[in-house]
């Protein structure tokens, strides 16, 4: 059965947890609430242990046999466990595609397996996707188009108490040309500093311009900039404000993840007006990716998105090193290339 994001939830609270699910798509916010939603009924039906697989290092896909072995052993620690599998290209392989086939079509009673893929489309289905939708839930996170993202954020405002008209709301929309990440976190700082009022386009100006000196929305676009010490002075900003880097990642991958898909499309010949309307770069932005695109080729690219999945690692204490400084490294690399050396 095929859900969107907002309606697994429910369907999640009405029923106990299926075997499989499978959690895909281009909006990085909407997989991410989603994969929340699942975890958090799943502690809450007892599914009190979690496996996560996923490649690590330069291994190109996740340890099959590993998973193999844990889908089809008897926990040690718990009644139920929870294991995901990440795909950030949304595809097992042959050998990832069978096993998950084999999985949904004799699943473990103790077990439920949550796929969860950073892409999407219909080339990615084929068996092992239609073995987890007759078992489970397929839920699909496409991206929300600019003529609907006005309504996303007021539902998005609602569900946190607020209120605001439909000037105040054109103003936010403006303000993050369609990056759900942004917005989220805007509504989140809305939520703290409204008074209870019904906002106005004013005072969605005047609170949007008394949020935290330093935000990663800012820090992004300064490393994509070329600005080497604007990088490091906004991090140590964040940083004296309390932010943790796992809070940060989100958005720094995604746009990396961004620019090495355009650098790849350039690489080719290929159309690039056409990739940044596939990756949703308003016009205002498009300037700041074609001065980053100048400074590195596509190889590059991909090294600071698995850089990035490396300060992952780090920050969540599965890799040595100071998450912090890795960050710091990464992006004056990306803003200045005689910082690469600096990304061991």
Known sequence: ????????????AAEPLRSAYLIAGPEPLRVLEAADALRAQARTQGYAEREVFEAEGNQREPDWDALHASLSSPSL?????LIELRLPTGKPGKQGAELIAAFCADPAPDVALAVIAGEWSKSHAGKWSEAIGRIGHIVVAWAVKPHELPDWIERRLRARGLRADRDAVQNLCDRVE?????????????ALLSDGQTIDAAR??????????????????AALN??????SRMLAG????????PALLGMVTMELQRAAALARVQARGGNLMSEFKAQRIWDSKQALYKRALQRHAAPRWERFVVAAGRVDRIAKGR?????????????????????LPLLV
């Open 319 to 339: 890799a040595a090193g100071d998450a912090w400084q890795a960050l710091e490294r990464l992006l004056l690399a990306v803003a200045e290339p005689r910082a």
């Open 226 to 231: 070329g600005q080497a010490m604007q990088v």
């Open 204 to 221: 969605m100006e005047a609170l949007v311009a008394d949020a935290a000196r330093y935000d990663v929305f800012r820090l992004v676009d």
């Open 1 to 12: 059965m095929e859900l969107t994001p907002e309606r697994l939830a429910t369907q999640l």
């Open 238 to 245: 964040l940083r004296a404000e309390g932010e943790a880097v």
């Open 77 to 81: 620690f718990s009644a139920r466990r």
């Open 178 to 190: 369609g990056n759900l990440l942004a917005a989220a976190q805007e509504i989140d700082k809305l």
